[in-house]
């Protein structure tokens, strides 16, 4: 359907009891997920009242874009997030200093020697933290909740954070690492949960509610702060 200036998909669903929900896809497209019987007139209200949400959305979808796309340029005082923080970058003589790039005294140092390779330094620094400390996080929640996944990968994907395999194989973008320990812990235990609920049903959420309450904020920084993950 369209109001004359975006269009928007529906789907209906018996499934659904009472609520609307609408959905922008990474590509832009809008959606609307709504009980099987809603008239087209509700939904086209449901539509209009979400106008203005969904121009600021994707106005921020196209800032993030251009964020992504925009080259780091590894220099003096440039700032790259760990955990949540934001640490300026400098670049340094190699003496004493113990690795070519290291977080330090709030201030990741890279060796002018390797400044040419610094963005390989810091996708292999990313990723052995992420590899330890989402590990760790992993055995601890997995441990808790009694989910007990078969293995665990760091990748490289740029957005999708995190995964479940069919097999119960969790995959963790290293990315991760940079955004806070609660944001990380969310999206440990939202792939721990599809252990026991494999898609993204009622049931997942209303589950993954009881082991996380506050799950929703932690899923509303991730999307308001995804620019945070480029390098």
């Known amino acids: 359907m369209a109001d004359g200036t975006r269009t928007y998909k529906i789907i209906r669903s018996k499934n659904r009891k009472k609520t609307m929900t609408l959905q922008i896809t990474s590509e832009g497209n809008i959606v609307i997920r709504t009980p099987l019987r ?4 509700e939904i086209e209200h449901f539509f209009q009242s979400r106008k203005i949400w969904i121009a600021k959305k994707i106005k921020a979808r196209e ?3 251009e964020i992504q796309d925009s080259p780091r340029n590894f220099t003096e005082g440039e700032k790259f997030y760990y955990l949540g ?4 970058l400098e670049i340094t003589e190699p003496n004493g200093v113990r690795a070519p790039l290291i977080l330090t005294h709030g201030k990741f140092l890279l060796t002018r020697e390797k400044a040419p390779h610094a963005k390989e330094l810091f ?3 990313y ?3 992420a590899r330890e400390i989402i590990g760790d996080r992993v055995r601890f929640w997995s441990t808790r909740f009694d989910l007990v996944p ?3 990968t760091i990748t490289s994907a740029w957005q999708r954070y995190g995964s479940c395999s069919a097999q119960n194989s969790l995959s963790f973008s290293w990315r991760l690492i940079m955004a806070p320990y609660e944001v990380i812990d969310y999206i440990i235990i939202h792939e721990l949960a599809h252990i026991k609920e494999k898609n993204h049903s009622v049931r997942f959420w209303q589950y993954l509610e009881s082991l996380m309450p506050e799950y929703k904020k932690q ?3 991730l999307r308001e702060n995804s620019h945070m993950f480029r390098l």
Do not use: F, L, M
């Open 150 to 152: 078969t293995g665990i």
């Open 219 to 221: 899923r509303h920084w």
């Open 63 to 65: 800032v993030d874009r």
């Open 38 to 41: 809603t008239p087209d007139s």
């Open 85 to 88: 923080g934001s640490y300026p």
């Open 123 to 125: 996708v292999k620094w």
């Open 127 to 129: 990723r052995n933290r």
